[in-house]
T-cell receptor, first 109, second 114 residues
């Protein structure tokens, strides 16, 4: 099973870019990388996903290394509302997501 | 508005009682999932269903049961066989795409067994 490794916590100043790393060294060639975030006691919220190429949407950018063994989620201008637990997820088997413990991002004023 | 609803938000039960958690979606998604989350931990897959009248065990299915009689509904029963049922339970749904399967999550049900 593909697993992910993330730092348990990170701090970021409000207005600055938040760069959240993730290692997924056992990922297979056709497995997507997904990022979700979870604000306390709520359901996880989808942010972005990708396979090989870098991706960008209105929330964030996803940078995937060429060997696909790691990725970085970039929140370009973090706000206090971005304080949450961020999960880097890979899909294993069919439609099965592996959630690790995630990174607790603390955005500070 | 389309989405996933879970009810109730908080649920209390006495030890030894079975309890059923509701999950309904109006997104017309084929696949539905149940996850369990313990404090400070990530989500763990309990059961999933890719189509009506079919479901598979996830990583921690012992002590749980599900049914999928309708596309919109995927109820989870926490039985008395589940050793530590107190947890936050999350339901999700998705539709398979060639470009990846985004899962949509409900607001969750927090179950406390006294």
């Amino acid at each position: 099973d593909a697993k992910t490794t993330q730092p348990p916590s990170m701090d970021c100043a409000e207005g600055r870019a938040a760069n959240l790393p993730c290692n997924h060294s056992t990922i297979s060639g056709n497995e997507y990388v997904y990022w979700y975030r979870q604000i306390h006691s709520q359901g996880p919220q989808y942010i972005i996903h990708g396979l090989k190429n870098n991706e960008t949407n209105e929330m964030a950018s996803l940078i995937i290394t060429e060997d696909r063994k790691s990725s970085t989620l970039i929140l370009p201008h973090a706000t206090l509302r971005d304080t949450a637990v961020y999960y880097c997820i890979v899909e294993y088997n069919f439609n099965k997501f592996y959630f690790g413990s995630g990174t607790k991002l603390n955005v500070k004023p | 508005d389309g989405g996933i609803t879970q009810s109730p938000k908080y649920l209390f039960r006495k030890e030894g009682q079975n309890v059923t958690l509701s999950c309904e979606q109006n997104l017309n998604h084929d696949a539905m999932y149940w996850y369990r989350q313990d404090p400070g931990q990530g989500l763990r897959l309990i059961y999933y269903s890719q189509i009506v009248n079919d479901f598979q065990k996830g990583d921690i299915a012992e002590g749980y049961s599900v049914s999928r009689e309708k596309k919109e509904s995927f109820p989870l029963t926490v039985t008395s066989a589940q050793k530590n049922p107190t947890a936050f339970y999350l339901c999700a749904s998705s539709i398979p795409r060639d470009t990846g399967d985004e899962q949509f999550f409900g607001p969750g049900t927090r179950l406390t067994v006294l």
